[in-house]
Nanobody, 120 residues
Framework: QGHVVESGGGLVQPGGSLRLSCAAS????????LGWYRQAPGKQRELVAR???????VYADSVKGRFTISRDNAKRTVYLQMNSLKAEDTAVYYC??????????????WGQGTQVTVSS
């Protein structure tokens, strides 16, 4: 019951920065843990960062020290600040609860995501 809309992706050079935004419905935002996932071509979807209502954060080893997840409760929005981007970060990034729930705007399991491409 609810949905998310991801935005902020784009093309950036290695070493650059990008900030992704996830606007969530009230129900989805009420879930304790929200996270950012990503899926590169031919690879499994993976959780890269999560955040709880209390502000506790967890990061995948591959992004630790480079990415920062945060939330704005008034705007019901979760952000992912990505710094020192690498080519390996290229993927479609998705927002969802942890564990995942159905969050697509049209009833799909996942939203449309936002494409991040890191290339020189």
């Amino acid at each position: 019951q609810g949905h998310v809309v991801e935005s902020g992706g784009g093309l950036v050079q290695p070493g650059g920065s990008l900030r992704l935004s996830c606007a969530a419905s009230a129900y989805i935002f009420s879930i304790n843990a929200l996270g950012w996932y990503r899926q590169a071509p031919g690879k499994q979807r993976e959780l890269v960062a999560r955040i709880t209502h209390g502000g506790t954060t967890v990061y995948a080893d591959s992004v630790k020290g480079r990415f920062t997840i945060s939330r704005d409760n008034a705007k019901r929005t979760v952000y992912l600040q990505m710094n020192s981007l690498k080519a390996e970060d290229t993927a479609v990034y998705y927002c969802n609860t942890d564990p995942p729930r159905r969050v697509g705007v049209r009833g799909d399991d996942w939203g449309q995501g936002t494409q991040v491409t890191v290339s020189s």
